[in-house]
């Protein structure tokens, strides 16, 4: 098992970065959150979790233990794989995650693309007590209220990335604007350029 990964950083990609460690590149597959903290050529510690199946081994890395603790016992929930376990953590952290199970808040659960009603309960059902309370107190970031959240969905349906749309939406989240203001904002703010 692969547990831990210190390398340099060879190649960003949309979803995953190459890792060069003792001559080979270790293929890592990251949060988008992640990604965007992370640049080219600098070195990197990963803590790593290798996902074994039939036709594959996959290697996803987190920048915490803790992160990467919680990966794993995501998967334990009946229909949540890697990839949407990864989707999960690049929407909360994991502190955020312990705080809407606690309070067994299924619509910051299904902020996360893929997870409805159900796959909710399932997860306050079956891991709600499991990540223990959280570590800290989590503050709330721009993306947690409704306008933020839609108006971020609405520049990734346009086509800007969604670290892109996050960070335009983040400037301008003290503002108090209505969804339709902040989209024209954050637009004004983006110009032309797809990120």
């Known amino acids: 098992m692969i547990s831990f990964l210190t390398g340099q950083v060879r190649a960003l990609k949309a979803d995953r970065i190459i890792v060069s460690n003792g001559g080979f590149g270790f293929d890592v597959w990251v949060t988008e959150r992640t990604l965007t903290n992370i640049r080219h050529g600098e070195t990197v510690d990963m803590h790593t979790s290798l996902v074994v199946r039939e036709d ?13 603790d919680t990966f794993e016992l995501l998967q334990t929930v009946s229909g949540v794989g890697p990839r949407l376990a990864l989707a999960i953590l690049d929407v909360h952290t994991p502190d955020e995650l312990r705080l809407a199970l606690s309070h067994k808040d299924e619509k910051q659960l299904q902020r996360v693309p893929g997870v409805g009603k159900k796959s909710a309960q399932r997860l306050i059902l079956e891991i709600g007590d499991k990540l223990g309370p959280a570590t800290a107190v989590a503050s709330p970031t721009p993306v ?7 108006v971020v969905s609405a520049l990734v349906n346009l086509g800007w990335q969604r670290s892109v749309a996050t960070r335009a939406v983040e400037e301008l989240a003290d503002m108090e604007l209505s969804t339709s203001e902040m989209l024209r904002a954050a637009l004004v703010n983006l110009g032309g350029q797809r990120g």
């Open 56 to 68: 594959s081994l996959t290697l996803y890395g987190f920048p915490s233990e803790d992160e990467r």
């Open 144 to 150: 947690q209220s409704e306008v933020t959240h839609e």
